[in-house]
């Protein structure tokens, strides 16, 4: 499957952002999508996951609602919707795929990756 990442951008603190994934050569509800950022300097970082059978994992700081994984199987893609973003939250946000993950927050453990979309979120 390959993914496209899209939808980042600069946004001031308390702002909001959607980023999409759109899969080609593959059905995104066969796999578990999951959402890493990296920021400069950092190692990549799970935020989120939806899988392939329903249901979704965020990581510590997104389980406090900011964040929300979803996906439209018709068009074959994956959102993250990011609400009251803050500064530390920039980083390049990337999608991944996996069909039989069980180490969702390991991002060594996932086959495809999308090329990583921008997200800076000025104070």
């Known amino acids: 499957v390959q993914l496209q990442a899209s939808g980042g951008g600069l946004v001031q603190a308390g702002g909001s952002l959607r980023l999409s994934c759109a899969a080609s050569?593959?059905?995104?509800?066969?796999?578990?999508m999951g959402w890493f950022r990296q920021a400069p300097g950092k190692q990549r970082e799970f935020v989120a996951v939806?899988?392939?059978?329903?249901?979704?994992?965020y990581n510590a700081d997104s389980r406090k609602g900011r964040f929300t994984i979803s996906r439209d199987n018709a068009k074959n893609t994956v959102y993250l919707q990011m609400n009251s973003l803050k500064p530390e939250d920039t980083a390049v946000y990337y999608c991944?795929?996996?069909?039989?993950?069980?180490?969702?927050?390991?991002?060594?453990?996932?086959?495809?990756w999308g090329q990583g979309t921008q997200v800076t979120v000025s104070s």
């Open positions: 939806i899988r392939w059978g329903g249901g979704s994992i």
């Open positions: 050569g593959g059905t995104i509800s066969d796999y578990n």
């Open positions: 991944a795929a996996d069909l039989t993950i069980v180490d969702f927050s390991n991002a060594n453990k996932y086959a495809f």
